[in-house]
């Protein structure tokens, strides 16, 4: 049962506040200010030599406050809170109450608040708060400010741990309307219709977002109910702007406010709209998912990193195959993975079980725990694709191995304008290539092949590629047997049914011996036979190493060099 979307109800007008460029440093407390937590010395603003990354992974100092005078089961109130305090991380719940203790507001926020009200492990807690960028910078010593268009400040913790900090942020198209507004009511007379055009056309992608607000317009200007939602830590309450647990509670995906708007802001969140859906096994509501369909055709005026790694995060999470599926209900296929659409599109049915089939068994794997890296996840879902195109290889020793021109292509456009590693556009390049080897359709030098470093990653692609098709299982046991598989026939059979003889090639002579005519005729006699015999020996017992020393190299070879990643390194 789908059901029309209910409009939140409107923010108050709060004053917004355009973020400054520098932002502002806390006010260190005094010397006899009480501070529960043992004090850190505060960086200078203007660092010569700022400290190296290493620093940060450093044991830190251990907190003079322990746990448990800060945490409580019970609100002031003496009602049971909302979440169970045990349930939260600790690290998290110290740099709150750290925020407090300066006179800031702080909250965990989002996932971790969703997450946990699903009775879900959250990966990672994320706090927003009211102070500024630099403010946090000067409270934490293990704190470091990244990104460019918004700051956010990372707090490093024992064993790699992040806790990520943002300051409260408001919706940049609010602080555009208001200013529009009072720009149009100036001009309106003097534009005429104009203005009324200029303002419908009006352009919704949002471009920047570098503007502080409150804790309220922070909620309101994030993507779905469900991700808007506050914890307050000391309260023990949620606190719900958005109404993000009524829809938690009726497990439906609804933006915040007009959807068709929220989706033209930033067409990434169809792609988190998606993987939500799929992860958490929640619908979208039916004007979300119609604002969705209507805004794929925005998608391409993204920053293609963004949709990159949107779509990687769909592959790593174990929920491909749904996603994937959604994604081409909605035709957004065409435009993030163009050769999954243009094999869809000709091989119909059939090819669209195969090619789930090979991501139904990556995302079992993903699901067991084992951790894949990005050019075996690609490569995974490419897998049909590069077997369903055409093989063709060159003589010329000078031209690599390719794969699909349409595979070629897409890897290409990844690394020139996604900010794809070329390392991994190569690895996954040369594991498609590998597959051929792996299935005896190429026979290739067995021993320069399995010592190469790519090898174990090859073979896990083809063990996925078994999973999916149940071909080729017994060269995949051979090859886990440290054996090499018979390869397939080459040019058919005989009509005997035996596969052809490979063609022999010819020894030089070294000369004749000088000696007389019976016994020269019986030794060129002897040695012929021998050499014959010897031959035949090579031809049919060791053919892989010695019939393809004189070509162009191993499958993982590019440009004749064996070490893809330095290749990759250098270009």
Partial sequence: MTRDSTETPPAGEPTLQPAPDDAREAEIPEAGSLDPLEALPVPEPAEENPTPMSAFMETLPEETLSETEYLSNTTPSGEPAEIDPDKLDPDALKVIHR????????????????????????????????????EVRAIFRNCRLIGRRFRLAHIYFKGGKIIEVSTFRANPTELDASNGAEAGADTGAEN??????????????????????????????????????????????????????????ERYIRTIGDPEIRMREDPVRILRAVRFA????????????????????????????????????????????????????????KILLPPVAAYFKENGRRGRETFYAYVEALDRRVSSGEQLDDAILLAALLVPIAQAGPIVESQDPAVRPSVAQGIEDLLSEFVQTARLPRRIAERCRLLLIAQRTLSGERRRRTGAFRRHPLFN??????????EATGQHREALEAWKRGEVPSPKPEGGTTEGGEAPRKRRRRRRRSGRNKTGAGEGAST?????????????????????????????????????????DSESDEG
Avoid: W
């Fill in 457 to 466: 990653d090859a073979l896990i692609v083809f063990e996925i590629s078994v």
């Fill in 278 to 333: 799929s992860k958490l096994g929640l619908d979208i509501e039916s004007r979300t998912y119609a604002a969705m369909e209507g805004a794929v055709e925005d998608l391409p005026r993204c920053a293609p990193a963004r949709l990159l790694e949107e779509t990687f995060r769909l592959i790593r999470g174990g929920v491909a195959a749904p996603s994937l599926r959604l994604l081409e209900a909605l035709d957004a296929l």
């Fill in 524 to 564: 060129a006699s002897a040695s012929g036979s021998a050499e014959s015999s010897g031959s035949e020996s090579a031809d049919t017992g060791d053919s892989d190493d010695a019939g393809d020393a004189g070509e162009t190299g191993d499958d993982f070879e590019s440009g004749g060099d064996s070490d893809s």
């Fill in 99 to 134: 925020l407090h203790a300066h006179g800031h507001e702080a909250y965990l926020v989002g996932g971790c608040v969703r997450d946990l009200m699903l009775g879900r492990t959250p990966k990672d807690f994320d706090i927003a708060t009211s102070a500024h960028p630099g």
């Fill in 192 to 249: 005429g219709e104009e203005g009324i055009e200029a303002e419908e056309s009006q352009d919704l992608l949002i471009t920047h977002d570098n503007v502080f607000g409150t804790a309220e317009q922070d909620a309101r200007r994030r993507d779905f109910t469900m991700n808007g939602l506050f914890y307050d830590v000391a309260e023990g309450r949620v606190i719900d702007y958005v109404r993000g647990r009524r829809d938690i509670d």
